[in-house]
């Protein structure tokens, strides 16, 4: 079945501008989580969505938001950019019933923000 | 708070040598044990997993990782290295079903030398 599927995989943006980063979940897989990846900061979650309620929060300021629709599919939105925005934002999705936490992950939204 | 350190943030072995990345992991209870690598420009691959029973087990690509609880550590292993192994390489810890933040460690990246 199809993997993880995050759109786009590449954007550039401006300081103040806000952006939206789509994820597709393997079908059939509720949870969808989020992570930024930084060199410096290396992985870093941001937060967790489970049938269309967020499950779990990183420690990340409001600018970073998301939601999750009734399909599963989620959306992350990072209002008000900073050049420490740029990153690699990773998707996951991993199936309720695999009860342990496994995570499958996309290729990623690679974030520039100038 | 769970934690997990990979105490080696380069390795540069031979090609056909054996490889050990080294992870060490802090958590109250039984943890789930995972292994990730990571091609450039590439999202996360699941190379193995562990929840319980046998301390050791087997992952893909000839990868193997062995869970001592006593010293708190999941290294990684491979009998012979192949050049399409060079990434990066990332521990995680993840722990109660329902939580299904998995925490990572800064990641190993390994080199590959003809």
């Known amino acids: 079945k199809a993997g993880v599927t995050q759109t786009p995989r590449y954007l550039i943006k401006t300081r103040g501008q806000q952006v939206t980063l789509s994820c597709s979940p393997i079908?059939?897989?509720?949870?969808v989580s989020w992570y930024q990846q930084t060199p410096g900061q290396g992985l870093q979650f941001l937060f967790e969505?489970?049938?269309?309620?967020?499950?779990n929060k990183g420690n990340f300021p409001g600018r970073f938001s998301g939601r999750q629709f009734s399909n599963s599919r989620s959306e992350m939105n990072v209002s008000t950019l900073e050049l420490g925005d740029s990153a690699l934002y990773l998707c996951?999705?991993?199936?309720?019933?695999?009860?342990?936490?496994?995570?499958?992950f996309g290729e990623g939204s690679r974030l520039t923000v100038l | 708070a769970q934690s997990v350190t990979q105490p080696d943030i380069h390795i540069t072995v031979s090609e056909g040598a054996s490889l050990e990345l080294r992870c060490n992991y802090s958590?109250?209870?039984?943890?789930?044990l995972f292994w990730y690598v990571q091609s450039p420009g590439q999202g996360l691959q699941l190379l193995l997993k562990?929840?319980?029973?046998?301390?050791l087990v087997q992952g893909i690509k000839g990868f193997e990782a062995e869970f001592k609880r006593s010293q708190s550590s999941f290294n990684l292993r491979k009998p012979s290295v192949h050049w399409s192994d060079a990434a990066e390489y990332f521990c995680?810890?993840?722990?109660?079903?329902?939580?299904?933040?998995?925490?990572f460690g800064t990641g190993t990246r390994l080199t590959i030398i003809p």
């Open positions: 996951a999705s991993s199936s309720d019933s695999s009860k342990t936490g496994e995570l499958f």
């Open positions: 079908s059939g897989h509720r949870s």
């Open positions: 969505y489970f049938s269309e309620t967020q499950r």
């Open positions: 958590y109250g209870a039984t943890p789930y």
């Open positions: 562990y929840f319980s029973g046998d301390t």
């Open positions: 995680a810890v993840g722990g109660d079903f329902g939580n299904e933040k998995l925490t």
